[in-house]
């Protein structure tokens, strides 16, 4: 297969992105890290992404590509701060050995 063939075969096995609400809401922070975005931007994102028509191909590609970055079918794909954002591990739990002296009050 040519290298022009490969990329139209690509380009339309990645149609349906054009079908997805966040298609035309290039000023949420879709691609940015999740610390770099807001709680309210976050919600904003996960509210699209509930009704959208393309959510399970999103997921689908997602999982398939093994993707680790961006916001993608309603959640941060970065598995190192996937923790923080749904409100698991250090930021609300106490440390190991410390338990009555942090977490959330």
Known sequence: MST?????????????????????KGDLPWIADPEQSTAWERTVMG????????????AGYATAEKVTAGFWAGQHRDPDTASVMTGQGWAIDPLPGFSGHGGAA
């Not at 063939?5 to 609400?21: C, P």
């Not at 509210?47 to 399970?56: K, R, Y």
């Open 47 to 58: 509210a699209l992404c509930q009704d959208c028509p393309v959510l399970s191909d999103c």
């Open 4 to 24: 022009t063939t490969a990329r139209r075969s690509r380009a339309a096995a990645l149609a349906w992105m054009r079908e997805g609400k966040c298609a035309d």
